[in-house]
């Protein structure tokens, strides 16, 4: 049996066909083979012409296939992707390795190297000989066409690949068996229908499918081969066209259906009418699988009946193809179509998914394959089991990994091709398999290389010398190595240590002797190198000649580095070399004394004279004197070196001492002044110690943190000048807000270091009490007129510090007034850390909040709450308010005003009536009510009633004021009032007249018609 994995026709079944190509046309001949005949050796001009799959020969036919020399594909590196392969060193395995891949359409032997070529086009990969010097080193051969290597398929249905190019299939069905082409016939099921009537038109067997005419007849090359004989076949003719066939009448029964959990069935092909004896035994059966799902078994698919077995759900569609094995016209097929029901329940069987689906991998290394992406519609996925279809790996190998696990991990692979299948089977015993393809390539592996070091030569009486093999080198190590000696038989040497990378000889007599070194890797690859060791006699020793090139030399500063070569020449060879400097100005240097060239630096003006000595072997000594005159130069001006950017970073003590160099400053002449000046715009802040700034190194101290820029000026003895700039940028100390600063009334002359030390160590125990591992730091002592500054910081073990606020305020609440006989004056951070409420800042000096634009102090918070400096009013508002306030102010006051003027007037006229008597108040009234009959002329009147309500003896009076309309009224009033004296026979004739020069009218009160007063 064998698994179905691929939808194309089964290849195997059919005559075995050969490919061979006719060297003169390079035309593609299909030539079925005789019997016992061996296949001639081919040429690969033409093997990817017609979308031919040279992969699918069989594997003896395919190694015998014959590559093109001095060929590569046309278009050189831009063909495709190329993959190499080191240690595949022939064409056959190179082709394998082709054919394994499914996307490789090439294969290429460069320098005993493998190389797949995976084509981007079809005139990319077409063979063209190559004319370049290691063209011979180049064997090409093409298997697959661009197109063949996706066979069909890659076209989409309905297609079918042609020189590249995808074109369109005609359809055809059952009832219209005619509508296909000469030389074509249907093939049912292949529509996407998916039914077993309909189908594409495609090439009957014997023809071959032509881009411009279709399908025509294949060529025939007609041969003769004999059973016994192993010879060569021969051509004796080659035709075009085909030979008239006789269509057997073939039946492979009705379609048939079957119904899960079924899935196996047996089919029947039978010829009409039905031969009997021997010519039934001539028939030959092939069945394939036109269309339907990828999975399935075949039995006995080369005979009548065929089983089929592992069925799925699905419609297959298998064809049967009968040949008269003795008369190859007499052919037939049939078509029959097999349908495969789903089972009667509902649950859908699980789907299997191995990532990745291809691997390639390089040893040493592993492969996992991961099935967890395996899904089930409807079920949970129980088991996982994985197996081996192919390759060096063994079931028992799989069982020493989790081979029922979803995640397989390979270990130990071997090189070669593996095919990994992945079973999964859910709760209802439905199941599902996907394979993997490994390619596993083996580790490179390259030969060693023998160093058995230089040749060498010695004179008697010295007769032993060491060779050292341990040069030679391998990729992955050398495990042996093996010293021999080479021809020369007759002269004896003591060999020690020949199984080391190190050979020691002793013994040595005069000859030329040669020794090899052979080296052995882990894979028993062998290199070797030879060296030859020459023992002579040793003549008279002569001194060696020094020559020295030029003998004397001048030069002209501002030149001060000169480079001295010296040779020599003597019959054992120089052991040494050995430079003197002999006379010359200043302090002129010598660099590499002990070589053939020297190098002599510092150069001034004058003359200098240096020996040059070597040494031979046998200890004599040749000398040569050289003469180098220096003169002076034009003068240059001199270089500036202020030494480069400096940054610093303050450690908080206040007194770190900063330097700059300008000692690489350099003249022709010397340097004889320096001068640092500070330029306009760095910092003021910092003093310059000792008169430095007339040195080559300044010294700076007491520096703030910022920027400070200051210039060199060197001067040179011939007043010529050369500046440089250079930055000191200073960091302040990252725990600045960490310091308090003490104040003590103590002379600062008086102050000894035991006092000091008591001080310290009372605020030690202090500050312990509360924060247990805080450790007290005395980072300076700032004296002044009467009293010393102490400035101090506390930390812990792991680097952190007590903040300064802490620090000061834990001093402050514990610390007695007066530490031992100083009292304290004043205790604060160093660094004012007031918060000014977000809108300003503390100076430092005053330690004061410094409020921003429009926002102001709160006095009610200094003076009653916190007494902290602070920014919480805002200008704006406190303004509007105090502006509120004085209006407010200013209208109680003219309010109170009025209030005292108007009782003030009040009081007034009740003082003038009381004056005035009964009497008058009588007349008063009605001379008022006359008045107002008579229309007064004044606005506003006033009228004066009793308050006892018609009591005589009631002594107090009211008034009220009155518009012009209430007069009028009240005068109505008045004037029809007999009691009042109005009309007739009223008191007073006339009436009474209004005053119409007053504006106060006193009324009295009215009751019964009569007047009454109070009295």
Not at 420 to 442: C, W, Y
Not at 954 to 970: I, N, Q, W
Request: glycine share 8%.
């Amino acid at each position: 049996s064998r698994q179905i994995d691929c939808p194309m026709p089964l290849l195997s079944n059919r005559p075995l066909l050969a490919l061979t190509v006719a060297l003169a046309t390079a035309t593609i001949i299909v030539v079925p083979m005789a019997t016992a005949v061996e296949v001639p050796a081919n040429s690969a001009a033409g093997i990817a012409g017609d979308g031919v799959d040279a992969c699918a020969l069989p594997k003896p036919q395919l190694l015998r296939l014959d590559g093109l020399p001095r060929a590569a594909p046309r278009s050189g590196k831009l063909a495709g992707v190329y993959k190499k392969f080191a240690n595949i060193s022939d064409l056959p395995g190179c082709a394998s390795l082709c054919c394994a891949n499914p996307a490789c359409h090439s294969a290429l032997l460069y320098k005993s190297e493998c190389f797949i070529v995976s084509c981007r086009s079809a005139l990319a990969c077409q063979p063209r000989r190559r004319k370049s010097a290691d063209a011979d080193k180049a064997v090409y051969l093409p298997l697959r066409s661009v197109c063949a290597a996706g066979s069909d398929s890659a076209c989409g249905d309905g297609h079918y690949c042609m020189s590249s190019a995808c074109q369109a299939k005609k359809s055809c069905s059952m009832s219209t068996l005619g509508d296909c082409g000469p030389g074509e016939e249907c093939n049912f099921g292949a529509s996407d229908s998916g039914s077993g009537s309909e189908g594409f038109c495609e090439c009957r067997s014997g023809f071959v499918r032509r881009s411009s005419s279709g399908c025509q007849p294949a060529p025939l090359v007609v041969t003769t081969a004999a059973a016994a004989t192993t010879a060569a076949p021969t051509a004796t003719a080659v035709t075009t066209a085909p030979s008239k066939r006789e269509q057997l009448i073939v039946s492979a029964g009705s379609n048939r259906t079957i119904e899960l959990p079924l899935n196996s069935i047996e089919l029947h092909a039978s010829i009409i009418p039905e031969p009997t004896g021997a010519a039934a035994k001539r028939l030959a059966y092939s069945w394939k699988v036109i269309s339907g799902p990828r999975k399935g078994q075949f039995q006995n698919r080369n005979t009548a009946s065929l089983k089929l077995s592992e069925l799925v759900e699905g419609k297959y569609v298998l064809q049967v193809d009968v040949t008269d094995n003795t008369d190859s016209n007499r052919v037939g097929k049939a078509v029959v179509m097999v349908t495969v029901k789903p089972a009667k329940h509902k649950s859908k069987p699980p789907k299997a998914v191995i990532k990745p689906a291809s691997l390639s991998i390089q040893l040493p290394n592993n492969a996992i394959l991961d099935g967890s992406g395996s899904v089930d519609g409807d079920q949970k996925i129980e088991s996982y089991h994985w197996q081996v279809v192919d390759g060096p790996l063994t079931a028992q190998d799989l069982h020493s990994v989790s081979q029922d696990q979803q995640i397989l991990q390979l270990n130990n692979l071997k090189a070669g091709f593996y095919v990994i299948r992945l079973t999964v089977q859910d709760a209802k015993g439905l199941s599902d398999s996907a394979t993997a393809n490994i390619t596993v390539i083996p580790e490179p592996d390259d030969k060693p290389k023998a160093s058995a070091g230089q040749s060498s030569v010695i004179y008697l009486p010295q007769n032993n010398i060491t060779l050292y093999g341990n040069a030679s080198t391998d990729d992955h190590g050398i495990v042996s190595y093996m010293w021999r000696q080479k021809g020369g038989s007759h002269l004896s040497a003591d060999m020690q240590g020949v199984h080391t990378p190190v050979l020691h000889l002793s013994g040595l007599v005069e000859g030329d002797y040669a020794f090899e070194l052979t080296v052995t890797d882990a894979r028993g690859q062998t290199d070797s190198a030879t060296v030859n060791v020459l023992v002579k006699r040793r003549p008279k020793n002569a001194l060696p000649v020094v020559t020295l090139l030029p003998p004397e030399l001048t030069v002209e500063l501002p030149l001060t580095r000169l480079v001295l070569n010296a040779s020599a020449v003597d019959d054992t060879g120089v052991k040494s070399w050995r430079w003197t400097l002999l006379t010359g100005p200043g302090s002129a240097k010598l660099a590499n004394a002990t070589q053939p060239s020297v190098t002599l630096t510092n150069l001034q003006a004058g003359v200098y004279k240096l020996r040059a000595e070597a040494v031979d072997l046998d200890g004599g000594v040749g000398s040569a004197v050289v003469t180098v005159t220096v003169k002076p130069g034009p003068n240059q001006a001199p270089k500036a070196d202020a030494g480069g950017d400096r940054v610093v970073d303050m450690d908080g003590t206040g007194a770190t001492l900063v330097a700059l160099d300008a000692s690489k400053s350099w003249d022709d002449k010397g340097i004889v002044e320096y001068k640092w000046t500070r330029q306009d715009v760095s910092l003021a802040v910092g003093q310059v110690l000792n008169g430095s700034d007339a040195s080559p190194r300044l010294l700076l101290l007491g520096l703030l943190p910022g920027r400070y820029s200051f210039r060199l000026t060197v001067k040179d003895s011939e007043g010529a000048t050369g500046t440089a700039d250079a930055a000191i940028l200073v960091r302040p100390w990252p725990h600045a807000a960490s310091v308090a600063s003490l104040e003590l009334r103590a002379d600062p002359s008086a102050l000894r270091q035991s006092d000091l030390s008591n001080l310290m160590s009372q605020m030690q125990l202090t500050l312990r009490g509360p924060h247990p591992g805080c450790n007290l730091r005395l980072l300076g002592l700032r004296p002044r007129q009467a009293s010393i500054v102490m400035r101090l910081s506390a930390g812990f073990a792991n680097g952190t510090y007590l903040p300064g606020p802490r620090l000061a305020a834990v001093l402050k609440r514990r610390l007695p007034a007066t530490l031992l006989e100083f009292p304290v004056l004043e205790l604060h951070t160093e660094v004012c850390q007031l918060g000014c409420s977000d809108r300003g800042y503390c100076d430092n000096s005053t330690r004061q909040c410094v409020c921003a634009s429009f926002w102001m102090e709160n006095p009610l918070r200094v003076r009653f709450g916190d007494g902290e400096s602070n920014c919480d009013w805002s200008v704006v508002y406190v303004s509007l308010g105090v502006t509120i306030s004085l209006l407010g102010f200013c209208a109680a006051v003219w309010l109170l005003y009025c209030c005292l003027r108007y009782r003030r007037a009040s009081a007034a006229a009740a003082a003038a009536h009381l004056r005035t008597g009964s009497g008058s108040k009588v007349r008063r009234l009605r001379k008022a009510a006359a008045m107002m009959a008579g229309g007064g002329g004044s606005r506003d009147k006033v009228f004066y009633a009793p308050l006892n309500n018609g009591n005589e003896s009631g002594g107090r009076m009211s008034f009220s004021l009155s518009s012009d309309e209430e007069d009028t009224v009240y005068s109505r009033r008045v004037a029809s009032d007999p009691s009042l004296g109005g009309g007739s026979g009223g008191a007073g004739d006339g009436g009474a007249k209004a005053d119409h020069n007053s504006n106060r009218i006193p009324m009295a009160s009215l009751s019964n018609g009569s007047v009454k007063s109070d009295k």
